[in-house]
Structure formats: C-alpha cells, structure tokens
C-alpha cells in the first residue's frame, strides 16, 4: 500500500475546513474522508469522500454502541483500506468531525496497517483563549461524540492543539500578537505553517510517528513547554523536589486551576509517595488522575520493562534520594501572576518539619484526595 494519510483535526471548523482544501488543491491524486457526527442522534454518523472537484461517494454507517466516535473507528480502516487497493490515491485527508481527538484517530490508522504521513490541528489564533475559557461541556454545543461524552470544549481544544506536530494557522486579522504568542507558548515544539502562505503539503507528507507522540503526551514523559514571558504571555515552570501535603495542596486547587488558562504536568503528593500523579487543567477544570508508580519505587527487575523515553524523562529529573519523585508543573496565560502563584504552590509544600519526618509520617497525613482519585 501506497496510501499516505494526514489527519487534520480541530475545533476551529472554518480553519481545518481552509486546511483541507489547501492540501486537495496542493496535492495531485488527493481525496478527503469525512464523517459528520452531527447526525449521531438520528442513529447514524454520514460519510463523504471528495476530491478537489467534489463528492466522490457518500454513505452512512449505524452508531456502534451508542457512539459516534466508535463508528467513525469501525468505518475508517476499511475505507482507507479500498482506497489504497484501488489505487489512484497519493494522499488520503481523513478530516477530523469538530470535538474528535486526532490521538485516538491516528492510532487506529497506524493499528489498522495503514501509513500516517502527518497529523495537523488547524487553528485561527484568535479563538485559542476563548476554546482554552470554555468549560461548558461538549454536549451543551452539540459537539458530544456519544451520549456518554463528558468532556469539555476547553480540555477537549488542548489536547487536540497539543497532539500535532503541525499547527495550520489561519491569518486571522482579529489575531493580535498576544494571541500568537499563547499558541507559540502553549505549543513550542509545533511546525506553524500559514493556511495558503506555507507548505501545508510537505508537513502533510513528512512522516509521523504515532509512539513518540503518545510518550510525548503521557504525564511520566510529556514534552512540557518552557519559561517563556512575551508579548504579556508568561509561562511558568516550576520545578521542586519536596512532596506536596495533600490538605494544603486540596484547599489551593481552585485558586491554582484558575490561575492560568493552562496547566499540565506531574506532582508528588506526600500521602502517596510512589505514585506520580497527573495535572491537567484547562477551561477552569482540573482533571488529576494516577499514572501509576514512579520509577523510583519500582523494583530494579521491573525498569527493563519501562519504555526508554520513559527512563530518559525519569533521568532528567532524577534526586539522589528520592529518583524521579518530584513536582513539575507548568503554567501558561496572559496576565499570569508568576510571583503569586509562585508563592501559592511553595506554602503547599511540606515545610522542612514535615519533611524531616519521612516518608511514614507522610503516609499517614490526611489524605484529601481520595474522592479526587476515586479510591
């Protein structure tokens, strides 16, 4: 199979619709695949196909479970499977329905046998801090991809943006450098290629690799941003090696999450100290979950059984007592009060009294997150 496939993806619908027929005008032998999951609720999710002169064929394929996303994974393959084996096709554009994340999409593309040349998140610079504001659940705009959707529009935004390796940017006149500077901050390491000034078709086709993407996006190894302060955008990396008490830490959550209009990273709370924890905050909501132990309480037998990006990740941050045990978290907004949140994550740490107790005494400090993390 010769087939190559680019995923575009993206809230911003005008900008990844700009995306894909700048790459059908760009690239000769080229079709789009599309599944409209607004029909979702009339039980069935319709498919196009379209090259640069226009719709190719159409259908519909039922709901699978109730989900419309299930259904676009049940469907994808097969199509994309034809149109290699007919032939004809240099470049399959699989553009992404609204709230669809491309991570999962790309997975499947890869798992199904089949080649993903690239993945691009379109995005107008002058909607990234209202999608980043928004709390509002997907369903409350129509944008839920099953009935048991419960994401929102602003997490849903951030992962999306932070997933590509290329960003398609459109060149919004309501964009000012304020907003470009918070897509450049939230997404550093992004190819930005103007929609009609760059070359959207050699990003489509320069190879991507879906392992490194996920270790990239995974709390132990994320390629987290950097300090950064331009343009009256800030971000802020803040790096510590102490564990945080778990009541302190619980009371200050909701003035931490509204601090920034993103946050993300790794902590280490003091009743829990082999299990490194993940922040991911976006829209006002903070969403913390387990991604299981650090490395450090793992038994010496079990590394060679981690990932190496994960082993190099660990080895950045490694503490000649306590390993890969620490806080790394990273905050990113206009307006951002780098001292005062500064100083509001330092008074959630345990003070040298609690730390000097060890690791018991941690264990049995109260242990204000278990509702948080569903024990």
Same mark, same amino acid.
């Given at each position: ?14 900008? /990844? ?29 319709? /498919? ?95 944008? $839920? ?8 529009? $602003? ?19 309501? $964009? ?29 086709? $320069? ?102 990006? /994960? ?47 060890? /690791? ?16």
């Amino acid at each position: 199979m010769n087939l190559s496939v680019v995923i575009v993806g993206g809230l911003h619908a005008d900008a /990844r619709r700009a995306t894909v027929a700048r790459l059908l005008a760009d690239v000769p032998g080229s079709v789009v695949l599309h599944h409209d999951l607004g029909s979702a609720a009339a039980g069935t999710v319709v /498919r196009t196909i379209r090259d640069a002169t226009g719709i190719v064929s159409a259908g519909e394929t039922p709901l699978v479970n109730d989900c419309a996303c299930c259904a676009l994974r049940e469907d994808l393959v097969p199509e994309l499977r034809r149109l290699a084996d007919a032939g004809g096709t240099r470049l399959a554009v699989v553009e992404l329905w609204d709230s669809v994340e491309p991570k999962a999409m790309a997975e499947v593309v890869v798992a199904g046998g089949l080649t993903v040349t690239g993945v691009i998140t379109a995005v107008d610079p002058a909607l990234v801090l209202p999608c980043l504001g928004n709390g509002d659940d997907l369903a409350e705009g129509g944008l $839920a991809a099953a009935a048991t959707d419960q994401r929102t529009v $602003a997490d849903t935004f951030a992962r999306q943006l932070e997933y590509a390796p290329v960003l398609a940017v459109t060149d919004s006149e309501e $964009a000012d450098d304020e907003d470009r500077e918070l897509l450049g901050q939230l997404h550093p390491t992004a190819r930005q290629v103007v929609i009609g000034q760059g070359d959207l078709a050699g990003a489509a086709l $320069a190879g991507f690799d879906v392992e490194a993407a996920a270790a990239a996006q995974h709390p132990a190894c994320a390629l987290l941003p950097a300090e950064a302060d331009a343009h009256g955008v800030s971000t802020l990396v803040w790096h510590r090696d102490r564990p945080f008490h778990p009541e302190r830490l619980y009371a200050a959550l909701e003035d931490l999450t509204c601090a920034a209009a993103r946050s993300r990273g790794r902590f280490w709370l003091a009743d829990r100290p082999d299990t490194l924890l993940h922040w991911d905050a976006a829209g006002g909501a903070l969403c913390v979950e387990s991604a299981g132990p650090w490395l450090a309480a793992l038994p010496d037998a079990a590394w060679d059984m981690v990932p190496p990006v /994960r082993r190099a990740a660990a080895a950045l941050d490694w503490h000649a007592e306590h390993g890969d045990c620490c806080q790394h978290l990273v905050f990113t907004s206009p307006g951002l009060d780098r001292d005062g949140l500064a100083h509001l994550l330092e008074s959630c740490l345990l003070t040298d009294a609690e730390y000097a107790a060890g /690791r018991d005494a941690w264990k049995r400090l109260p242990p204000a997150f278990d509702t948080l993390l569903e024990v």
